[in-house]
């Protein structure tokens, strides 16, 4: 399971999951449109993972945020507001 908190976020947001086994991920933000913002790797470790996100250049509106190991994908949404 992942969550993503606050949303919707300010500055930055909390991205939590929890993993089986040690592994790679990939995380992935897109727009509503689905234009790749931005990806990142994550190396996890089993058991509860966070990583931050930070806002950047992200204007107020809807995204969705994606976490893969390659094997299985989580897609979750959240909002960006001023």
């Known amino acids: 399971s992942i969550s993503i908190m606050p949303s919707p976020m300010n500055s930055n947001a ?26 990142k790797q994550i190396q996890a470790n089993p058991g509860v993972n966070t990583s931050v996100i930070d806002r950047g250049n992200l204007s107020s509106g809807i995204y969705f945020l994606s976490l893969t190991d390659g094997v299985s994908t989580v897609t979750r949404k959240f909002t960006v507001a001023d």
Do not use: E, R
């Open 14 to 39: 909390t991205l939590s999951f929890t993993a089986v086994n040690s592994a790679s991920y990939t995380l992935k933000v897109t727009d509503i449109t689905g234009q790749v913002i931005s990806v």
